[in-house]
């Protein structure tokens, strides 16, 4: 927020330097595009000379001009020097001053164009007076002529010239805006006759000969910002922060056309809420180095630190910027007003607002009952639980925060906030739907495992979960964090994994339960179909029964362990009741694979069924009819 000086008249002085002259072969950088139209204020600029000549508009010149008053003789006689002079019998003096350094930035002016010489001649007589102005580029280029003017002349004798030094003020009314980089030219011509000799004085405090130009473009803050102590730009500031971070930055953006030299003082005021001056005119350091004299726009810093015990409320930055002319203003009036220009910004301490924050889920659900906590610069300063539709309402002071939240006591949220007014904030948790597919061995799934969860906070669920048909588990609105699965199959522990929950999954966990494919071969090599497979554990418990298949084979899926496999198979062979058994003790698991188990005693020899035993009597008594059929032929031949 910037607030502009009330219009006044103001005076910048362009100068005819000597040794402090800048040089203008380089083109000056230009922050800020585009020109400031204020209240035209009139400009002094002093002419001046200087030893070592420099190069103005693509020329070579001793004699330039700025806002600098420094006169490099300080006493009449030294001052005789520093005179353009005129003998008899040369009609008239020319003289010519060029701005220096170049514009840094685009200039208007409009009003009355004075021009102030000190003449004096050897006769006294009326004289002619002229004067042309010129904007020049460095590279001599006209860009704008005024023409040969003939301006109004005002002094204590009007137009005539007499041996003492009179003062000529030599005015005309003109209107043009010059461009960056380009550099005004000043030629006044005098004309007493070639009948006298006359002498033009400059570059004096006795006789000041200057350029007094009505510049509506001038030195001014164009930004005020305030920042806090790690350079963030705010406006509100927090007593709860710790000493290191309760400093208020202010940086005024400075502008001058005439380039960096000609601002002379950047002074900052803050005043508390009661209007006292909390910081008084401080001086502001310039903070930008490269080129400072000729650059249209730079940066002034001040730091205020504040105690923890500062007063609530709004604060208000005022920055003062005074140029050259304002300074010479001050030596002979004591004030520098009207050549002062300010800005203001405003920012707060410990201002408190209402703000209300919603808390969700990574579904967008609301969370009820979640702890909310605001901290700033470590320190808890309010806290609360959401209501039943997620949000938490709180009067919080103005400043940085930190909005901490937990779910079942695990912290679910971490999201920095500024306040500077009443607000409404919505914070995403990272709390998640995920579910658990449990497996075993070959990624096959494990319904009805019983599944403990131990939760980030260190709580353990109880009763267990039970996987469904499909091996899942799925938990609901849980926070993120490590959470420890305890999984029994068969009622003994076939897993124990710590998982980091990040989304909603699916997490496969595979299990130390092995598939066995159990194959029952008689004797003979052949599948046995209809065997029973039974597996027990070490201690004798039952652990799985199956039927083998047309294949011979059983699968179980089994814990890592050792366990007995018995397979007992009944069934009637050869029209004889067989039964047949074999056991192995002690089998380890500790891998999915097959295993072959060989019944002996099946198929037992055929001659000892009674299917075959019925063949043998079949075939006897077959025999024992053929041979009663053939004796009992023979009988009746005979």
Known sequence: MLKKHRAASTSLLLIFMSSACFALSGVAYVEVAGAYTGVAKPMEFYLHYIDAPVYVAGLETKH?????????????????????????????????????????????????????????????????????????TVGGATLWDSGL??????????????????????????????????????????NAGASADTRIWYDSPLYPSKVILPLEDYARPISVKTYDANYTETYVFSVFWNESQRKVIVQANVTDPLGGYDVYMVNVTIRNPEGQAVLNGATMTRITDS???TRYSHIYEAVWPYSHTAMSGTYTVEVSVVDNNGYHHQLNYGVFDPHVEYGYQDFSIGVQYQVQIRTIDTHNQSLADAEVRAVSDGVTLAQGHTNASGWWEKGLWAGYYNITVY?????????????????????QCKIYYPSFKIVDDVNETLPESEVYVKSPNGTTSFPPFYTNSAGFINLTQVPNGNYTLTIL??????????????????????????????????????????????????????????????????????????????????????????????????????????????????????????????????????????VFMVLRHRKRLK
């Not at 003109?174 to 461009?179: A, R, V």
């Not at 005693?601 to 053929?626: Q, S």
Request: some cysteine; aromatic content about 14%; overall charge neutral.
């Open 407 to 427: 779910w079942y006591e695990t912290e679910v949220a971490k999201e920095p906030i500024q306040v500077t007014e009443a607000s409404n904030f919505t914070v």
């Open 149 to 190: 003017l003939n301006p109004t002349v005002t002094s204590s004798i009007g137009r005539y010239i007499d041996v003492p030094v009179y003062n000529y003020n030599l005015s005309t009314p003109l209107t043009h805006t010059f461009n960056a980089n380009t550099t005004l030219l000043v030629e006044v011509t005098v």
């Open 489 to 626: 199959w068969k009622g003994i522990i076939v897993q124990n994994t710590t998982l980091n929950v990040d989304s909603d999954g699916p997490f496969t966990i595979k299990t130390h339960v092995y598939k066995l494919t159990v194959k029952v071969l008689g004797n003979n090599v052949a599948p046995v179909q209809g065997a029973y497979v039974i597996i027990y554990t070490q201690s004798g418990f039952g652990y799985g029964f199956e039927l083998s298949d047309a294949t011979g084979q059983t699968t179980f899926k089994l814990p890592e362990g050792t366990y007995k496999i018995d397979v007992r198979f009944s069934s009637v062979y050869w029209l004889s009741i067989v039964t047949a058994s074999a056991t192995n003790p002690s089998y380890t698991i500790n891998s999915s694979g097959p295993l072959t188990i060989t019944l002996t005693d099946f198929p037992p020899p055929i001659w000892t069924t009674l299917g075959f035993m019925l063949l043998i009597l079949l075939f006897l008594l077959a025999v024992i009819i053929a």
């Open 64 to 136: 330039i001009m700025n806002t600098t008053k420094f006169f490099k003789f300080l006493t009449q006689e030294q001052a005789y020097a520093n005179s353009f002079y005129k003998s008899v019998g040369q009609p008239k003096v020319v003289i010519d001053f060029y701005l220096c350094p170049n514009l840094a930035g685009p200039v208007s002016i409009d009003g009355s164009w004075q021009v102030f010489i000190w003449v004096n001649s050897s006769a006294y007589k009326p004289s002619d007076f002229n004067l042309q102005f010129k904007e020049v």
């Open 291 to 293: 080129m400072w004299k």
